[in-house]
């Protein structure tokens, strides 16, 4: 019985390296994979996935209105697996038709993304995952600390902790750190000229 996925972790735990490595073992069984990601994310180029330790391949990308079951059934019904990047960009309506998709075709769908964005409040489309994904995991990284990071801290030009803005702001280890909880709230302390 095939099944929704849903692997979160913090910026930098390696979520597309398994995506890309998760794609690499399917083929490697001789099975097609329907790679995925939001086109609203190009920080490596519109169709390219790209992780940190520098694994790469080419992905189909879905706009915002785009319905990802239609696009399934009429170009990639041969597929045997759809692997989606950066799942945290999706729609709770695209969500939806992927878990369609697993009901209706019996082909796993794994989706690979934040659970939060730089203010600690859910994505969209990882609260849909949240709430319909048959199997959840969290793929751990670590704070500067030691302690396990959960906050997606967004810095600004100067390396200052960024608590307002819109929730989409692409970018890489220029533009985001992984942090624990205590470490991100006493540097929002210090920041603010706060004693801890």
């Not at 979160?8 to 398994?18: D, E, L, N, R």
């Not at 490596?44 to 520098?54: C, L, T």
């Not at 959840?136 to 959960?150: D, N, R, V, W």
Request: with cysteine.
């Amino acid at each position: 019985m095939a099944k929704l996925y849903f692997k979160f972790g913090a910026m930098g735990c390696s979520k597309t390296a398994q995506a890309l490595i998760t794609k690499f073992n399917y083929e490697e069984r001789n099975m097609k994979v329907l790679l995925l990601k939001p086109a609203v994310d190009t920080r490596d180029g519109y169709n390219v996935v790209k992780s940190r330790i520098g694994l790469q391949k080419e992905a189909v990308t879905v706009g915002a209105n785009e319905d990802i079951r239609q696009l399934y059934l009429k170009s990639y019904a041969d597929c045997d697996v759809i692997i989606v990047d950066e799942c945290q960009f999706l729609t709770p309506e695209q969500v939806d038709q992927l878990s369609d998709i697993v009901i209706e075709q019996n082909i796993p769908v794994l989706c690979f993304g934040l659970a939060t964005d730089f203010t600690t409040h859910l994505f969209p489309g990882s609260k849909r995952l949240f709430e319909i994904a048959e199997s959840i995991s969290e793929i751990k990284s670590i704070c500067t600390c030691g302690a396990k990071a959960t906050v997606n801290a967004r810095l600004d030009d100067n390396g200052n902790i960024v608590t307002e803005g819109s929730q989409i702001c692409i970018g890489g280890n220029n533009r985001y750190v992984a942090m624990c909880r205590k470490c991100w709230l006493n540097k929002l302390k210090e920041q603010r000229g706060e004693a801890r």
